[in-house]
Protein backbone atom coordinates (compact mmCIF):
# COMPACT_ATOMS: atom_id res chain seq x y z
CA UNK A 1 0.00 0.00 0.00
CA UNK A 2 1.25 3.24 -0.51
CA UNK A 3 2.08 5.90 1.96
CA UNK A 4 0.19 9.36 1.89
CA UNK A 5 1.97 11.61 0.13
CA UNK A 6 0.30 14.85 1.41
CA UNK A 7 -0.18 15.50 5.34
CA UNK A 8 -4.35 16.47 6.18
CA UNK A 9 -3.47 20.11 6.47
CA UNK A 10 -1.64 20.46 3.20
CA UNK A 11 -5.22 18.40 1.69
CA UNK A 12 -7.23 21.01 3.67
CA UNK A 13 -5.36 23.94 2.12
CA UNK A 14 -5.38 22.19 -1.15
CA UNK A 15 -9.43 22.36 -0.63
CA UNK A 16 -9.42 25.73 0.21
CA UNK A 17 -7.59 26.91 -2.81
CA UNK A 18 -10.25 25.33 -5.08
CA UNK A 19 -13.14 26.71 -2.63
CA UNK A 20 -11.94 30.17 -3.32
CA UNK A 21 -11.74 29.40 -6.98
CA UNK A 22 -15.16 28.31 -6.41
CA UNK A 23 -15.90 31.66 -4.61
CA UNK A 24 -14.45 33.80 -7.45
CA UNK A 25 -16.40 31.99 -9.72
CA UNK A 26 -19.52 31.05 -8.09
CA UNK A 27 -21.21 29.81 -11.84
CA UNK A 28 -19.84 27.89 -14.29
CA UNK A 29 -16.96 29.15 -16.75
CA UNK A 30 -17.17 29.76 -20.36
CA UNK A 31 -14.58 29.50 -22.60
CA UNK A 32 -15.56 30.66 -26.13
CA UNK A 33 -13.59 28.53 -29.21
CA UNK A 34 -14.52 31.30 -31.71
CA UNK A 35 -10.76 32.37 -31.64
CA UNK A 36 -10.14 29.13 -33.52
CA UNK A 37 -12.17 29.95 -36.35
CA UNK A 38 -15.52 28.02 -35.82
CA UNK A 39 -19.09 28.46 -34.44
CA UNK A 40 -18.89 25.82 -32.02
CA UNK A 41 -20.53 26.65 -29.00
CA UNK A 42 -18.40 27.27 -25.97
CA UNK A 43 -16.69 25.10 -23.50
CA UNK A 44 -18.15 24.95 -20.26
CA UNK A 45 -16.86 24.14 -16.43
CA UNK A 46 -17.95 22.86 -13.56
CA UNK A 47 -16.31 21.78 -10.40
CA UNK A 48 -16.66 21.05 -6.86
CA UNK A 49 -14.62 20.93 -3.69
CA UNK A 50 -15.40 18.97 -0.85
CA UNK A 51 -13.84 18.50 2.45
CA UNK A 52 -14.78 16.16 5.49
CA UNK A 53 -13.93 15.57 8.86
CA UNK A 54 -14.45 12.59 10.46
CA UNK A 55 -14.26 11.85 14.51
CA UNK A 56 -15.78 8.29 16.25
CA UNK A 57 -15.78 7.04 19.29
CA UNK A 58 -14.82 3.25 19.57
CA UNK A 59 -13.02 2.58 16.25
CA UNK A 60 -11.04 3.46 12.79
CA UNK A 61 -13.99 3.81 10.41
CA UNK A 62 -13.45 5.05 7.12
CA UNK A 63 -10.34 7.31 7.55
CA UNK A 64 -7.08 5.66 9.37
CA UNK A 65 -7.59 7.76 13.09
CA UNK A 66 -11.23 8.75 13.41
CA UNK A 67 -11.02 8.02 17.20
CA UNK A 68 -8.52 11.02 17.37
CA UNK A 69 -10.40 12.75 14.64
CA UNK A 70 -9.61 13.22 10.73
CA UNK A 71 -9.58 14.90 8.02
CA UNK A 72 -8.40 12.01 5.59
CA UNK A 73 -12.06 12.73 3.76
CA UNK A 74 -11.96 14.83 0.67
CA UNK A 75 -13.24 15.51 -2.93
CA UNK A 76 -12.62 17.25 -5.56
CA UNK A 77 -13.96 16.71 -9.22
CA UNK A 78 -13.75 19.24 -12.31
CA UNK A 79 -15.41 18.65 -15.73
CA UNK A 80 -15.88 20.08 -18.94
CA UNK A 81 -18.54 19.52 -21.54
CA UNK A 82 -19.81 20.95 -25.37
CA UNK A 83 -22.12 20.45 -27.46
CA UNK A 84 -19.82 20.26 -30.80
CA UNK A 85 -22.45 19.03 -33.02
CA UNK A 86 -26.37 18.32 -33.16
CA UNK A 87 -27.61 15.90 -30.73
CA UNK A 88 -23.67 15.38 -29.94
CA UNK A 89 -22.28 16.61 -26.61
CA UNK A 90 -18.79 15.26 -24.90
CA UNK A 91 -18.02 15.75 -21.41
CA UNK A 92 -14.77 15.13 -19.44
CA UNK A 93 -14.08 14.57 -15.57
CA UNK A 94 -11.60 14.93 -13.83
CA UNK A 95 -11.65 13.56 -9.79
CA UNK A 96 -9.25 13.44 -6.71
CA UNK A 97 -10.14 11.58 -3.65
CA UNK A 98 -9.65 10.43 -0.58
CA UNK A 99 -10.93 8.32 1.99
CA UNK A 100 -8.76 6.92 4.48
CA UNK A 101 -6.23 4.63 2.52
CA UNK A 102 -8.00 4.74 -0.49
CA UNK A 103 -7.92 7.27 -3.44
CA UNK A 104 -4.78 9.10 -1.99
CA UNK A 105 -5.15 12.32 -4.05
CA UNK A 106 -4.20 10.47 -7.32
CA UNK A 107 -6.08 12.12 -9.81
CA UNK A 108 -7.75 9.58 -12.70
CA UNK A 109 -10.20 10.14 -15.06
CA UNK A 110 -13.46 10.13 -13.22
CA UNK A 111 -16.03 10.01 -16.45
CA UNK A 112 -14.90 10.81 -20.16
CA UNK A 113 -17.86 10.40 -22.93
CA UNK A 114 -19.05 11.16 -26.11
CA UNK A 115 -22.97 10.92 -26.30
CA UNK A 116 -25.24 11.04 -29.18
CA UNK A 117 -29.17 11.22 -28.99
CA UNK A 118 -31.54 9.52 -31.19
CA UNK A 119 -34.53 11.20 -29.78
CA UNK A 120 -36.11 10.90 -25.72
CA UNK A 121 -36.56 7.03 -26.40
CA UNK A 122 -32.53 6.24 -27.33
CA UNK A 123 -29.45 7.89 -26.65
CA UNK A 124 -25.78 6.29 -26.67
CA UNK A 125 -22.84 7.12 -24.45
CA UNK A 126 -19.53 5.79 -25.18
CA UNK A 127 -16.25 5.80 -23.07
CA UNK A 128 -15.79 6.12 -19.57
CA UNK A 129 -19.56 6.11 -18.25
CA UNK A 130 -20.68 6.25 -14.54
CA UNK A 131 -22.94 3.19 -13.92
CA UNK A 132 -26.27 3.72 -13.04
CA UNK A 133 -27.31 2.07 -9.86
CA UNK A 134 -30.18 2.92 -7.27
CA UNK A 135 -30.44 6.31 -6.22
CA UNK A 136 -27.26 7.74 -6.24
CA UNK A 137 -24.41 5.18 -7.43
CA UNK A 138 -23.95 7.39 -9.95
CA UNK A 139 -23.30 10.46 -7.91
CA UNK A 140 -22.00 8.80 -4.87
CA UNK A 141 -19.44 11.35 -4.55
CA UNK A 142 -20.89 14.36 -5.29
CA UNK A 143 -21.71 15.72 -1.68
CA UNK A 144 -23.85 18.60 -3.40
CA UNK A 145 -26.52 16.22 -4.15
CA UNK A 146 -27.74 14.55 -1.34
CA UNK A 147 -28.72 16.17 2.14
CA UNK A 148 -26.23 13.46 4.18
CA UNK A 149 -22.48 13.69 4.54
CA UNK A 150 -22.21 9.77 4.67
CA UNK A 151 -24.69 7.56 2.38
CA UNK A 152 -25.84 4.17 4.00
CA UNK A 153 -22.50 2.70 3.72
CA UNK A 154 -23.71 -0.86 3.35
CA UNK A 155 -25.11 0.17 0.03
CA UNK A 156 -22.62 3.41 -1.25
CA UNK A 157 -19.46 2.29 0.41
CA UNK A 158 -17.41 5.31 0.25
CA UNK A 159 -14.25 3.16 -0.13
CA UNK A 160 -15.17 1.33 -2.78
CA UNK A 161 -16.00 3.94 -5.67
CA UNK A 162 -13.42 2.67 -7.75
CA UNK A 163 -15.18 -0.84 -8.42
CA UNK A 164 -18.61 0.64 -8.23
CA UNK A 165 -18.53 3.69 -9.63
CA UNK A 166 -17.34 3.83 -13.38
CA UNK A 167 -16.88 1.37 -16.52
CA UNK A 168 -15.62 1.73 -19.77
CA UNK A 169 -17.39 0.91 -22.44
CA UNK A 170 -21.12 1.88 -23.86
CA UNK A 171 -24.23 2.79 -22.36
CA UNK A 172 -27.72 2.81 -24.07
CA UNK A 173 -30.53 4.63 -22.41
CA UNK A 174 -33.44 6.39 -23.14
CA UNK A 175 -36.87 7.58 -21.70
CA UNK A 176 -40.18 5.81 -22.85
CA UNK A 177 -43.97 7.44 -22.11
CA UNK A 178 -46.43 5.02 -20.61
CA UNK A 179 -49.31 7.21 -20.99
CA UNK A 180 -51.28 7.78 -17.95
CA UNK A 181 -49.30 4.87 -16.13
CA UNK A 182 -46.44 7.27 -16.68
CA UNK A 183 -42.71 6.83 -18.21
CA UNK A 184 -40.17 4.61 -18.14
CA UNK A 185 -36.03 5.77 -17.69
CA UNK A 186 -33.88 3.16 -18.65
CA UNK A 187 -29.86 2.76 -18.84
CA UNK A 188 -28.47 -0.50 -20.02
CA UNK A 189 -24.89 -0.88 -20.31
CA UNK A 190 -21.93 -2.99 -20.99
CA UNK A 191 -17.63 -2.85 -20.60
CA UNK A 192 -15.00 -3.35 -18.07
CA UNK A 193 -14.62 -2.24 -14.51
CA UNK A 194 -10.99 -1.57 -13.94
CA UNK A 195 -9.47 -1.42 -10.14
CA UNK A 196 -5.84 -0.55 -8.69
CA UNK A 197 -3.95 -2.82 -6.55
CA UNK A 198 -4.08 -0.24 -4.17
CA UNK A 199 -7.97 0.55 -4.22
CA UNK A 200 -10.67 -0.27 -1.97
CA UNK A 201 -12.29 -3.14 -2.84
CA UNK A 202 -7.84 -4.73 -3.03
CA UNK A 203 -8.01 -3.89 0.88
CA UNK A 204 -10.91 -5.25 1.36
CA UNK A 205 -9.81 -8.44 -0.43
CA UNK A 206 -6.62 -8.21 1.20
CA UNK A 207 -8.21 -8.11 4.83
CA UNK A 208 -10.59 -10.71 4.45
CA UNK A 209 -8.07 -13.91 2.98
CA UNK A 210 -8.51 -16.96 4.43
CA UNK A 211 -5.69 -18.39 6.53
CA UNK A 212 -2.65 -20.04 5.18
CA UNK A 213 -1.93 -21.76 2.61
CA UNK A 214 -3.17 -18.34 1.11
CA UNK A 215 -0.63 -15.61 1.58
CA UNK A 216 -0.75 -12.21 0.72
CA UNK A 217 -3.24 -10.13 -1.72
CA UNK A 218 -0.89 -9.37 -5.26
CA UNK A 219 -2.96 -8.07 -8.26
CA UNK A 220 -7.30 -7.69 -9.14
CA UNK A 221 -8.65 -8.42 -12.39
CA UNK A 222 -10.03 -6.20 -15.08
CA UNK A 223 -13.59 -7.27 -15.09
CA UNK A 224 -16.40 -7.40 -17.99
CA UNK A 225 -19.74 -5.93 -15.99
CA UNK A 226 -23.07 -5.75 -17.70
CA UNK A 227 -26.57 -4.42 -16.06
CA UNK A 228 -29.18 -1.54 -16.43
CA UNK A 229 -31.22 0.51 -14.47
CA UNK A 230 -34.77 0.86 -14.48
CA UNK A 231 -37.07 3.68 -13.35
CA UNK A 232 -40.51 3.96 -13.40
CA UNK A 233 -41.44 7.17 -12.67
CA UNK A 234 -45.01 6.99 -11.87
CA UNK A 235 -48.23 8.71 -12.52
CA UNK A 236 -47.96 10.38 -9.09
CA UNK A 237 -45.57 13.55 -9.76
CA UNK A 238 -42.79 13.04 -7.93
CA UNK A 239 -42.88 8.90 -7.09
CA UNK A 240 -40.39 6.46 -8.77
CA UNK A 241 -39.73 3.00 -8.35
CA UNK A 242 -36.21 1.14 -9.99
CA UNK A 243 -34.59 -2.33 -10.08
CA UNK A 244 -30.46 -2.62 -11.15
CA UNK A 245 -28.99 -5.78 -12.28
CA UNK A 246 -25.46 -6.16 -12.88
CA UNK A 247 -23.09 -8.69 -13.44
CA UNK A 248 -19.67 -8.89 -13.47
CA UNK A 249 -17.99 -11.67 -15.48
CA UNK A 250 -14.82 -13.71 -13.91
CA UNK A 251 -13.92 -11.11 -11.47
CA UNK A 252 -11.13 -12.40 -9.99
CA UNK A 253 -7.61 -11.91 -8.20
CA UNK A 254 -4.20 -13.17 -7.47
CA UNK A 255 -2.82 -13.73 -4.23
CA UNK A 256 0.51 -15.30 -3.17
CA UNK A 257 0.16 -18.96 -1.73
CA UNK A 258 2.96 -20.95 0.36
CA UNK A 259 3.36 -24.52 1.05
CA UNK A 260 1.82 -27.11 0.24
CA UNK A 261 0.23 -25.60 -3.23
CA UNK A 262 3.29 -22.86 -3.25
CA UNK A 263 5.94 -20.79 -2.76
CA UNK A 264 3.71 -19.38 -5.95
CA UNK A 265 0.71 -17.90 -7.29
CA UNK A 266 -3.45 -18.57 -7.51
CA UNK A 267 -5.89 -17.01 -8.81
CA UNK A 268 -9.78 -16.41 -7.38
CA UNK A 269 -12.44 -16.08 -9.54
CA UNK A 270 -16.21 -16.03 -9.70
CA UNK A 271 -19.30 -14.15 -11.09
CA UNK A 272 -20.73 -11.43 -9.52
CA UNK A 273 -24.46 -10.94 -9.87
CA UNK A 274 -25.35 -7.64 -7.72
CA UNK A 275 -29.22 -6.69 -7.09
CA UNK A 276 -30.96 -3.13 -6.16
CA UNK A 277 -33.85 -1.59 -5.57
CA UNK A 278 -35.25 1.71 -4.98
CA UNK A 279 -38.45 4.01 -3.89
CA UNK A 280 -38.43 7.32 -3.93
CA UNK A 281 -41.06 9.47 -3.32
CA UNK A 282 -40.62 13.62 -3.40
CA UNK A 283 -44.04 15.53 -1.74
CA UNK A 284 -43.58 19.03 -1.28
CA UNK A 285 -40.31 19.71 0.43
CA UNK A 286 -40.41 16.17 1.62
CA UNK A 287 -38.48 13.51 0.22
CA UNK A 288 -38.68 9.49 1.16
CA UNK A 289 -36.04 7.11 -0.06
CA UNK A 290 -35.96 3.17 0.34
CA UNK A 291 -33.42 1.12 -1.23
CA UNK A 292 -32.40 -2.52 -0.75
CA UNK A 293 -29.31 -3.71 -1.99
CA UNK A 294 -27.34 -7.37 -2.30
CA UNK A 295 -24.13 -9.36 -4.04
CA UNK A 296 -23.13 -12.57 -4.65
CA UNK A 297 -19.59 -13.39 -5.03
CA UNK A 298 -18.60 -17.02 -4.63
CA UNK A 299 -14.56 -17.42 -5.84
CA UNK A 300 -13.09 -20.26 -6.06
CA UNK A 301 -9.39 -20.21 -5.57
CA UNK A 302 -6.71 -22.25 -8.27
CA UNK A 303 -3.21 -22.95 -8.61
CA UNK A 304 -1.95 -22.83 -11.84
CA UNK A 305 1.27 -24.32 -10.64
CA UNK A 306 -1.07 -27.36 -10.25
CA UNK A 307 -2.89 -27.39 -13.57
CA UNK A 308 -5.16 -24.79 -12.11
CA UNK A 309 -6.19 -26.98 -9.41
CA UNK A 310 -9.16 -26.21 -7.55
CA UNK A 311 -8.31 -25.65 -3.62
CA UNK A 312 -11.20 -24.09 -2.46
CA UNK A 313 -13.62 -21.15 -1.96
CA UNK A 314 -14.17 -17.87 -0.59
CA UNK A 315 -17.90 -16.20 -0.58
CA UNK A 316 -19.46 -13.15 -0.10
CA UNK A 317 -22.86 -12.05 0.14
CA UNK A 318 -24.00 -9.71 2.28
CA UNK A 319 -27.75 -7.57 1.79
CA UNK A 320 -28.01 -4.10 2.98
CA UNK A 321 -31.16 -1.78 3.25
CA UNK A 322 -32.15 1.74 4.18
CA UNK A 323 -35.20 3.94 4.47
CA UNK A 324 -34.46 7.61 4.80
CA UNK A 325 -36.24 11.11 5.14
CA UNK A 326 -35.28 14.57 4.48
CA UNK A 327 -37.14 18.04 4.61
CA UNK A 328 -35.94 21.22 3.87
CA UNK A 329 -37.13 23.91 6.04
CA UNK A 330 -35.90 26.74 3.73
CA UNK A 331 -33.31 28.21 1.26
CA UNK A 332 -30.62 27.63 4.15
CA UNK A 333 -31.33 24.55 6.17
CA UNK A 334 -32.21 21.23 5.35
CA UNK A 335 -32.63 18.40 7.74
CA UNK A 336 -32.50 14.52 6.98
CA UNK A 337 -32.50 11.11 9.39
CA UNK A 338 -31.94 7.51 8.02
CA UNK A 339 -32.20 4.15 9.57
CA UNK A 340 -29.71 1.35 7.42
CA UNK A 341 -28.87 -2.51 7.87
CA UNK A 342 -26.20 -4.14 6.67
CA UNK A 343 -25.50 -8.13 7.14
CA UNK A 344 -23.21 -10.32 6.35
CA UNK A 345 -25.33 -14.02 5.14
CA UNK A 346 -26.04 -16.22 6.59
CA UNK A 347 -27.24 -13.79 8.85
CA UNK A 348 -25.62 -13.84 12.20
CA UNK A 349 -26.10 -12.04 15.94
CA UNK A 350 -22.59 -11.91 16.44
CA UNK A 351 -21.65 -8.15 16.09
CA UNK A 352 -19.20 -8.02 13.36
CA UNK A 353 -21.49 -9.77 11.26
CA UNK A 354 -23.84 -6.89 11.06
CA UNK A 355 -23.74 -3.25 10.96
CA UNK A 356 -27.22 -1.03 11.88
CA UNK A 357 -26.52 2.57 11.75
CA UNK A 358 -29.10 5.55 12.98
CA UNK A 359 -28.00 8.89 11.23
CA UNK A 360 -29.10 12.35 11.49
CA UNK A 361 -27.86 15.40 9.29
CA UNK A 362 -28.25 18.73 9.20
CA UNK A 363 -27.19 20.79 5.84
CA UNK A 364 -26.64 24.00 5.07
CA UNK A 365 -27.02 25.86 1.77
CA UNK A 366 -24.89 29.32 2.73
CA UNK A 367 -24.50 30.50 -0.42
CA UNK A 368 -25.01 29.49 -3.79
CA UNK A 369 -21.51 27.60 -4.31
CA UNK A 370 -21.20 26.78 -0.72
CA UNK A 371 -22.98 24.74 1.81
CA UNK A 372 -22.51 23.18 5.01
CA UNK A 373 -23.13 19.51 6.62
CA UNK A 374 -23.56 18.12 9.72
CA UNK A 375 -24.40 14.86 10.86
CA UNK A 376 -24.31 12.51 13.61
CA UNK A 377 -24.68 8.37 13.59
CA UNK A 378 -25.30 5.77 16.46
CA UNK A 379 -23.68 2.57 14.92
CA UNK A 380 -24.55 -1.24 16.47
CA UNK A 381 -22.35 -4.13 14.89
CA UNK A 382 -18.47 -3.69 13.34
CA UNK A 383 -19.48 -5.49 10.14
CA UNK A 384 -18.21 -2.61 7.88
CA UNK A 385 -14.65 -1.89 9.36
CA UNK A 386 -13.67 -5.12 8.05
CA UNK A 387 -11.15 -3.44 5.91
CA UNK A 388 -8.77 -2.16 8.68
CA UNK A 389 -7.09 -3.90 10.24
CA UNK A 390 -5.72 -1.93 12.72
CA UNK A 391 -9.31 -2.00 14.89
CA UNK A 392 -9.30 -4.66 17.12
CA UNK A 393 -11.96 -5.78 19.63
CA UNK A 394 -14.87 -5.99 16.70
CA UNK A 395 -16.70 -8.43 18.36
CA UNK A 396 -17.68 -6.29 21.07
CA UNK A 397 -21.92 -5.18 21.13
CA UNK A 398 -21.86 -1.76 22.67
CA UNK A 399 -23.01 0.82 20.33
CA UNK A 400 -20.77 3.70 19.13
CA UNK A 401 -20.87 7.16 17.75
CA UNK A 402 -19.60 8.71 14.81
CA UNK A 403 -19.50 12.59 13.80
CA UNK A 404 -19.16 13.44 10.21
CA UNK A 405 -18.92 17.80 9.06
CA UNK A 406 -18.32 18.21 5.52
CA UNK A 407 -18.30 21.52 3.92
CA UNK A 408 -18.48 21.43 -0.52
CA UNK A 409 -17.68 24.44 -2.82
CA UNK A 410 -18.56 24.28 -6.29
CA UNK A 411 -18.99 26.20 -9.76
CA UNK B 1 -62.29 -21.72 2.88
CA UNK B 2 -62.68 -21.13 -1.05
CA UNK B 3 -65.20 -18.03 -0.36
CA UNK B 4 -62.76 -16.16 2.06
CA UNK B 5 -60.20 -16.80 -0.33
CA UNK B 6 -62.63 -15.39 -3.21
CA UNK B 7 -63.31 -12.45 -1.18
CA UNK B 8 -59.37 -11.59 -0.06
CA UNK B 9 -58.96 -11.66 -3.93
CA UNK B 10 -62.14 -9.07 -4.55
CA UNK B 11 -61.23 -6.91 -1.73
CA UNK B 12 -57.28 -6.45 -3.17
CA UNK B 13 -58.81 -5.83 -6.94
CA UNK B 14 -61.06 -2.85 -5.28
CA UNK B 15 -58.19 -1.84 -3.05
CA UNK B 16 -56.13 -1.99 -6.87
CA UNK B 17 -59.10 -0.24 -8.55
CA UNK B 18 -58.46 2.98 -6.05
CA UNK B 19 -54.84 2.90 -6.61
CA UNK B 20 -55.38 2.97 -10.49
CA UNK B 21 -58.23 6.14 -9.97
CA UNK B 22 -55.50 7.79 -7.02
CA UNK B 23 -52.82 7.68 -10.14
CA UNK B 24 -54.41 8.48 -12.64
CA UNK B 25 -55.73 11.70 -11.18
CA UNK B 26 -52.43 12.35 -9.98
CA UNK B 27 -51.33 12.65 -13.40
CA UNK B 28 -54.05 15.19 -14.56
CA UNK B 29 -52.42 18.70 -14.50
CA UNK B 30 -53.23 22.19 -15.91
CA UNK B 31 -50.72 24.30 -16.89
CA UNK B 32 -50.64 27.98 -15.27
CA UNK B 33 -47.60 30.19 -14.91
CA UNK B 34 -48.22 32.52 -12.18
CA UNK B 35 -47.00 35.59 -13.49
CA UNK B 36 -44.32 34.54 -15.46
CA UNK B 37 -43.87 33.62 -19.47
CA UNK B 38 -41.78 31.43 -21.41
CA UNK B 39 -39.39 32.37 -23.78
CA UNK B 40 -36.72 31.06 -25.98
CA UNK B 41 -34.03 32.07 -28.53
CA UNK B 42 -35.22 33.15 -31.40
CA UNK B 43 -33.57 30.45 -33.42
CA UNK B 44 -35.86 27.75 -31.86
CA UNK B 45 -38.65 26.65 -34.56
CA UNK B 46 -40.87 25.83 -31.85
CA UNK B 47 -43.60 28.48 -31.40
CA UNK B 48 -45.68 26.34 -28.32
CA UNK B 49 -45.26 23.37 -26.29
CA UNK B 50 -47.79 21.22 -24.29
CA UNK B 51 -47.16 21.46 -20.53
CA UNK B 52 -45.94 18.10 -20.74
CA UNK B 53 -43.09 18.72 -23.49
CA UNK B 54 -42.20 22.15 -21.13
CA UNK B 55 -41.89 19.37 -18.66
CA UNK B 56 -39.63 17.81 -20.54
CA UNK B 57 -37.49 20.16 -21.38
CA UNK B 58 -37.09 21.02 -17.60
CA UNK B 59 -36.52 17.29 -15.93
CA UNK B 60 -34.41 16.56 -18.60
CA UNK B 61 -35.94 14.16 -20.36
CA UNK B 62 -36.08 16.47 -23.74
CA UNK B 63 -32.28 17.40 -24.21
CA UNK B 64 -32.50 18.52 -28.28
CA UNK B 65 -34.78 20.65 -30.08
CA UNK B 66 -36.30 19.54 -33.33
CA UNK B 67 -33.08 19.94 -35.78
CA UNK B 68 -30.66 19.06 -33.04
CA UNK B 69 -29.88 21.98 -31.24
CA UNK B 70 -29.16 21.22 -27.83
CA UNK B 71 -31.76 22.73 -25.34
CA UNK B 72 -30.26 25.23 -22.97
CA UNK B 73 -32.47 26.34 -19.77
CA UNK B 74 -32.03 29.52 -18.58
CA UNK B 75 -33.47 30.55 -14.87
CA UNK B 76 -33.75 33.39 -12.74
CA UNK B 77 -33.33 32.19 -8.86
CA UNK B 78 -35.66 33.42 -6.85
CA UNK B 79 -38.01 35.57 -8.80
CA UNK B 80 -39.65 32.70 -10.77
CA UNK B 81 -39.43 29.70 -8.34
CA UNK B 82 -43.62 29.07 -8.02
CA UNK B 83 -43.85 29.40 -12.37
CA UNK B 84 -41.04 26.81 -12.09
CA UNK B 85 -42.80 25.16 -9.68
CA UNK B 86 -45.58 24.92 -12.10
CA UNK B 87 -43.20 23.95 -15.32
CA UNK B 88 -41.67 20.91 -13.53
CA UNK B 89 -43.13 20.01 -10.32
CA UNK B 90 -40.08 20.82 -8.48
CA UNK B 91 -38.98 23.73 -6.04
CA UNK B 92 -35.84 25.69 -6.76
CA UNK B 93 -33.91 23.85 -4.25
CA UNK B 94 -35.00 20.62 -5.81
CA UNK B 95 -34.45 22.03 -9.38
CA UNK B 96 -30.55 22.83 -8.33
CA UNK B 97 -29.51 19.49 -6.80
CA UNK B 98 -31.27 17.47 -9.74
CA UNK B 99 -29.59 19.36 -12.59
CA UNK B 100 -26.01 18.72 -10.37
CA UNK B 101 -26.90 15.13 -10.18
CA UNK B 102 -26.83 15.00 -13.91
CA UNK B 103 -24.36 17.55 -14.84
CA UNK B 104 -21.55 15.76 -12.47
CA UNK B 105 -22.81 12.30 -13.49
CA UNK B 106 -22.08 13.18 -17.09
CA UNK B 107 -25.87 13.19 -17.90
CA UNK B 108 -26.64 16.50 -18.23
CA UNK B 109 -25.74 20.50 -18.76
CA UNK B 110 -26.73 22.55 -15.71
CA UNK B 111 -29.03 25.40 -16.13
CA UNK B 112 -27.12 28.75 -16.83
CA UNK B 113 -27.87 31.57 -14.42
CA UNK B 114 -28.81 35.51 -14.88
CA UNK B 115 -29.19 37.97 -12.09
CA UNK B 116 -32.57 39.30 -13.15
CA UNK B 117 -35.22 39.79 -15.63
CA UNK B 118 -33.30 41.56 -18.33
CA UNK B 119 -29.91 39.96 -18.17
CA UNK B 120 -32.00 36.55 -18.54
CA UNK B 121 -33.82 37.70 -21.66
CA UNK B 122 -30.64 39.03 -22.75
CA UNK B 123 -29.09 35.60 -22.24
CA UNK B 124 -31.64 33.67 -24.00
CA UNK B 125 -31.33 36.23 -26.48
CA UNK B 126 -28.05 35.56 -27.71
CA UNK B 127 -27.64 32.08 -26.72
CA UNK B 128 -28.66 29.30 -28.97
CA UNK B 129 -31.17 26.53 -28.27
CA UNK B 130 -32.09 28.71 -24.81
CA UNK B 131 -34.96 29.07 -23.07
CA UNK B 132 -36.13 29.99 -19.87
CA UNK B 133 -39.25 30.99 -17.50
CA UNK B 134 -39.34 34.97 -17.25
CA UNK B 135 -41.58 37.76 -15.38
CA UNK B 136 -44.78 38.33 -17.40
CA UNK B 137 -43.55 41.80 -17.00
CA UNK B 138 -40.26 41.47 -18.63
CA UNK B 139 -39.43 43.26 -21.93
CA UNK B 140 -38.93 40.59 -24.64
CA UNK B 141 -36.42 41.76 -26.82
CA UNK B 142 -34.73 39.84 -28.95
CA UNK B 143 -36.38 36.34 -27.94
CA UNK B 144 -39.71 34.74 -29.05
CA UNK B 145 -42.24 34.11 -26.78
CA UNK B 146 -43.19 30.56 -26.45
CA UNK B 147 -47.22 29.52 -26.27
CA UNK B 148 -47.54 26.97 -23.39
CA UNK B 149 -51.15 24.99 -24.32
Known amino acids: ?411 | MKLNTCLIMKSTFLKLGWLGVVLTVGSFRALALDGAVVIANSGVSAGSLSADALKDIYTGKTKYWDGGQAVIIAVLPDKTDAALQQACGMDTSSFKTFWQRLAFSGRGQEPKKAADAAALVALVASTKGAIAIVPADAALDGVKKIEVK
Not at chain 1, 214 to 237: A, E, H, R
Not at chain 1, 288 to 297: H, I, K, N, P, V
Open chain 1, 1 to 411: MKKNKRTDTQKVWLTAALGAAAACGASAYEVPLSFLGTNMPPLEFHGFASQGFLYSSDYNYLANDTKNGSFQFSEVGLNVSMNPFPRTRITVQGFDYDVGNVGQYDPFLDYALVEYTFNDEVGVRAGRIRRPSGIYNHIQDVDLARTYVLLPQGVYDARFRDFTASLDGVDVFGDISLGKAGSLAYETYAGMVSMAGNSGMARYIQNNLPPTPVGQFNSIDSTPVMGGQLWWNTPLNGLRAGASFAYLSNFGYHVNVMQPYGPGAMHCVGNVPIQQYSLEYIWKDWTFQAEYYTYDFTGHFYVPAYGNLSVGANWDNPDAWYFGVSHRFNKLIEAGAYYTQFHIRPKNPIPCSFQNDAALSLRFDIKDWWIFKVEGHYIQGTALLRDNADNSNLGSDRGWFMLAVKTTFSF
